[in-house]
């Protein structure tokens, strides 16, 4: 609401009743215009031994309406159960809209937008219940059966289906690792001599290499270039080295760094 909002009184005094009723019955209300000529039942009030007594039958018609073939045919009979309003306070209010559907010009014009009318306060609550019946079990029984139904399904189709989306032949990844192994072409074993040559220059530049880095350098097939790494690497398992290769102690230009620290 904005903060200019005008809230209309008028209606403060007026007493008015608050009528719930299931889901499946209002759901049903909204299409009376369509098959019941605006007709959703008929209302019996009476009193027995001295409290209101109020049945609802509702319209044959609404009653079997069925939008998909499963759906099933809605118990006709109903009672209201009559519930004090005195312990709370209810007010029943609207909000006016630019031109709401089914208001007059005249209407429209009187509120404007966002404006707010207190339409009176509930003196009395009712519940509208299905009767209890063979009926009522049954509709029961097939609207838990709907609930329990999986929102989807696997079909078997017996004709091809126009609109559909077709794999792609290839991904983009794949296109491009087949590119590059193309122009690569199959790595050629070198002379055990010149891997080591090529590896030996490498150690001298960095002590640690990840395998993947000593295949970019050699260019060499990785299990012929494990073979010699066996020979003259170390492959480290622990950190902070962990998953490294550095040559053996016996291949190394540089010395193992020594302790500095004194006797204890």
């Known amino acids: 609401m904005s903060e200019k909002t005008e809230l209309d009184l008028s ?3 007026r007493n008015m009743w608050l009528v719930k009723v299931p889901k499946y ?5 909204e299409k009376a215009d369509n098959t019941s000529d605006g007709v959703i039942g008929s209302l019996r009030i009476g009193q027995k031994l001295g409290k209101p007594e109020i049945s609802f039958n509702m319209n044959s018609k609404l009653a ?3 939008d998909k073939a499963d759906d099933p045919e809605l118990t006709v009979e109903h009672k209201f159960q009559v519930l004090s309003a005195m312990d709370r306070v209810l007010t029943v209010y609207t909000e006016a809209t630019d031109n709401p559907d089914g ?9 404007k937008k966002s404006d707010v009318a207190i339409e009176g306060k509930v003196i009395q609550r009712m519940e509208c219940r299905p009767v ?3 009926h009522y079990m049954k509709m029961k029984r097939l609207q838990i059966q709907q609930a329990q139904k999986p929102v989807r399904i696997t079909q078997q189709l017996n004709s ?3 609109k559909t989306f077709k794999p ?4 983009q990844m794949n296109i491009e690792f087949n590119r590059m192994k193309k122009e690569q072409g199959k790595k050629a074993r070198m002379d055990a001599d010149k891997v080591k040559d090529l ?4 150690f001298e530049r960095h002590q640690y290499y990840t395998f993947k880095d000593l295949v970019g350098i050699t260019q060499q097939p990785s299990p012929y270039l494990k073979e010699i790494l066996r020979e003259i690497g170390t492959y480290n398992v622990k950190a902070p080295h962990k998953f490294m290769w550095e040559l053996k102690p016996e291949y190394r230009h540089y010395q193992e760094p020594k302790d500095e620290a004194g006797p204890s």
């Open 168 to 171: 792609v032949r290839d991904h």
């Open 103 to 111: 208001a007059s010009e005249s209407t429209s014009k009187s509120k």
């Open 64 to 66: 079997k309406l069925k």
């Open 132 to 134: 209890g019946g063979d």
């Open 160 to 162: 091809h289906v126009v």
């Open 11 to 13: 209606g403060a005094n």
């Open 199 to 202: 590896l030996f220059n490498a």
């Open 25 to 29: 019955i209002s759901q049903r209300w």
